[in-house]
């Protein structure tokens, strides 16, 4: 059975930082491109930062320098740093996993509050 677990959500004052984790089990998580994604009310699904199985990352513009994503094959588990909070990153926070089938965790809520 596939899991994709995400942790670390929460309020947080603008400027301040949170760190996402997505436990997964049921996968081959090394061969897997791990994404973060975020939903905020009446908006679409969007990406936010994406890691490769061979570590390369990319950003959403608007999280550029401001978040990092890493993981842990030994773990298999996919973390974002969230550093210098704004209001607009309020949403929910998905993890996905990729390689031959998508999975999709539950979400977790990120709420910054100005």
């Known amino acids: 059975q596939v899991q994709l677990v995400e942790s670390g959500g929460g309020l947080v004052q603008a400027g301040g930082s949170l760190r996402l984790s997505c436990t997964t089990s049921?996968?081959?998580?090394?061969?897997?491109?791990m994404g973060w994604y975020r939903q905020a009310p009446g908006k679409q699904r969007e990406l936010v930062a994406q890691i490769g199985s061979d570590g390369t990352t990319r950003y959403a513009d608007s999280v550029k320098d401001r978040f990092r994503i890493d993981r842990d094959n030994a773990k298999s588990t996919v973390y974002l740093q969230m550093n210098s909070l704004k209001s607009e990153d309020t949403a929910v926070y998905y993890c996905?996993?990729?390689?031959?089938?998508?999975?999709w965790g539950q979400g977790t809520q990120v709420t910054v509050s100005s």
């Open positions: 996905r996993s990729i390689y031959v089938r998508i999975y």
């Open positions: 049921g996968i081959n998580f090394s061969r897997n491109s």
